[in-house]
C-alpha cells in the first residue's frame, strides 16, 4: 500500500534549541473546522509542546488559525488538543519526562493518507555554549564541502 504524505509544518527551530532523541508519531484529536485548516497549512507549531495529563497527551499552544468559511461553528486556535497514543507509550514518555528532566516537542504535522498526524521528539533544552559549538560544526562541515567541489 502506497502512504501518501503531505508535509504540513515543521519546527526548524527545535532542533537549534533542542537535543532531540527518539521521536514518535501520534494522531490529533481535531473538531469542526481545524482540519480544513490544516489542510489549507494554516498552522503553527514553533512555540507548541506535549504534555501529559491524567494518563492521555495532549498538545498545548499549537496554532490552528481559524478557517475563513467556518461561521459560528469555528474552532479555538490555541486550544490544547488531545494525541492518539498507545498506554504503553504515554507511561514510558511520562517516566522519562519525570526522571530524566527531558520535554516533548513537536517536530512536524503532516497529513498521512488524509489525516492528520504529529512527529514530536524527545528533547533535553541546549545552552548557549552548545547552540555555539553546534553552529561551529556546520559552518566547518559547509566550508569542506565548498573546498571538496572546488578541487573536482
Same mark, same amino acid.
Given at each position: 500500500? @502506497? !502512504?501518501?504524505?503531505?508535509?504540513?509544518? +515543521?519546527?526548524?527551530k527545535?532542533? =537549534?534549541?533542542? =537535543?532531540l @532523541?527518539d521521536?514518535?508519531?501520534?494522531?490529533?484529536?481535531?473538531?469542526?473546522?481545524?482540519?480544513?485548516?490544516?489542510?489549507k *497549512?494554516?498552522?503553527?507549531?514553533? @512555540?507548541?509542546?506535549?504534555?501529559i495529563?491524567?494518563? +492521555?497527551a /495532549?498538545?498545548?499552544?499549537?496554532?490552528?488559525?481559524?478557517?475563513?468559511?467556518?461561521?459560528?461553528?469555528?474552532h @479555538?486556535?490555541?486550544?490544547?488538543r #488531545?494525541? $492518539?497514543? *498507545?498506554?504503553h507509550?504515554?507511561? !514510558?514518555? *511520562? #517516566?522519562?519526562i519525570k526522571?530524566?528532566?527531558y520535554? $516533548?516537542?513537536p517536530?512536524?504535522?503532516?497529513?498521512?493518507n488524509?489525516?492528520?498526524?504529529?512527529? =514530536?521528539?524527545i528533547? !533535553?533544552? #541546549?545552552?548557549?555554549?552548545?547552540?555555539r559549538?553546534?553552529?561551529?560544526?556546520?559552518?566547518?562541515?559547509?566550508?569542506?564541502?565548498? /573546498?571538496?567541489? +572546488? #578541487?573536482?
Amino acid at each position: 500500500m @502506497d !502512504k501518501k504524505v503531505i508535509l504540513i509544518s +515543521e519546527n526548524r527551530k527545535a532542533s =537549534f534549541d533542542y =537535543f532531540l @532523541d527518539d521521536r514518535y508519531e501520534a494522531g490529533i484529536v481535531l473538531v469542526g473546522t481545524e482540519i480544513k485548516s490544516i489542510r489549507k *497549512h494554516s498552522v503553527s507549531i514553533s @512555540d507548541s509542546y506535549v504534555t501529559i495529563r491524567n494518563n +492521555e497527551a /495532549y498538545v498545548i499552544n499549537m496554532n490552528i488559525a481559524p478557517y475563513k468559511e467556518g461561521s459560528i461553528f469555528n474552532h @479555538d486556535p490555541l486550544r490544547s488538543r #488531545k494525541l $492518539l497514543l *498507545h498506554k504503553h507509550e504515554i507511561n !514510558k514518555l *511520562h #517516566k522519562k519526562i519525570k526522571e530524566d528532566g527531558y520535554t $516533548l516537542i513537536p517536530t512536524k504535522i503532516y497529513l498521512s493518507n488524509g489525516k492528520a498526524k504529529l512527529e =514530536f521528539a524527545i528533547a !533535553k533544552g #541546549k545552552k548557549n555554549y552548545d547552540k555555539r559549538e553546534d553552529s561551529k560544526q556546520k559552518s566547518m562541515a559547509k566550508e569542506t564541502r565548498k /573546498y571538496s567541489k +572546488e #578541487k573536482y
